[in-house]
């Protein structure tokens, strides 16, 4: 066993009392401490240009508390509606020519939640309890229209016109017109038709005036007396011819030809 001489290890005794405890540093120093100082006054910038350039587009906007939101485009101002995949759903497109809506379906509602106006590749609905439409020339109806009434305002005229085209109107059980307080006019430019297949037509009134039926030829002999007969042709066209003693509808039946 070895044994360490008095001397020596007094000697080594006291240099460590004359040292003391180590103290060993902890942090960041150099040049790494410049960047990470760099690197916040650079995000400190980069904060106060974001809030500045907020604050000047909500400026240029318009866009105060209380006040409306407005867009302002040179050229067009579209509005996108996203998917999880980034696929455009709806999109609403508002530019110097038209506005544009792109979406499977339509609606206009009212605040109360009243549906007003919808619109889809099915149909066309308008909820509203009246249709009006102030264009001089109408409305244009390429196909077809299906409604329970058509009306005019009140002291106003209510027209149905096919420029080129013929107009048909048809109803399974039946079609009526009404004129409550007013005359109703029927006019053409070659024939009229009254057609009944399985009942009757009838004519309900006090006077029936036909001014322009044709007027067969009188005997120059006759008497010139103001009382007619009406005739009817085969073919069913109605004719006067002047009243005699009898019936002078066989004399004149040429002007059924």
Not at 115 to 141: H, Y
Not at 193 to 210: C, F, P, Q, W
């Amino acid at each position: 066993m070895l044994e360490m001489p008095q001397e020596q290890y007094a000697h080594r005794s006291a240099m460590q009392s004359s040292e003391g405890p180590q103290v060993y540093k902890v942090g960041i120093y150099g040049w790494r401490k410049r960047c990470l100082y760099f690197f916040v006054l650079l995000l400190m910038i980069l904060i106060l240009v974001n809030l500045a350039m907020t604050i000047w587009i909500l400026k240029v906007m318009n866009f105060t508390i209380g006040n409306p939101l407005y867009f302002q485009s040179a050229r067009n101002v579209t509005v996108n509606i996203l998917n999880e995949k980034t696929k455009v759903l709806t999109r609403l497109v508002t530019g110097p020519q038209a506005v544009e809506a792109h979406s499977q379906k339509f609606e206009v509602k009212s605040l109360s939640g009243k549906l007003l106006f919808s619109a889809d590749d099915n149909e066309v609905v308008v909820g509203a309890e009246r249709l009006r439409v102030l264009g001089a020339e109408g409305t244009v109806f390429p196909k077809s229209i299906e409604t329970p009434s058509v009306r005019a305002d009140p002291f106003k005229e209510l027209r149905l016109e096919s420029p080129t085209r013929s107009l048909v109107m048809e109803a399974p059980k039946g079609i009526e017109i009404n004129a409550e307080a007013g005359n109703m006019e029927a006019t053409c430019r070659t024939e009229l038709r009254l057609e009944s297949k399985d009942g009757e037509i009838t004519l309900n009134a006090a006077n029936i005036r036909l001014p322009r039926l044709p007027l067969a030829s009188h005997s120059s002999t006759g008497s010139r007396q103001k009382i007619y007969e009406l005739c009817v042709c085969s073919n069913g066209r109605l004719f006067l011819s002047q009243a005699g003693a009898s019936s002078t509808c066989q004399i004149n039946t040429s002007i059924c030809s």
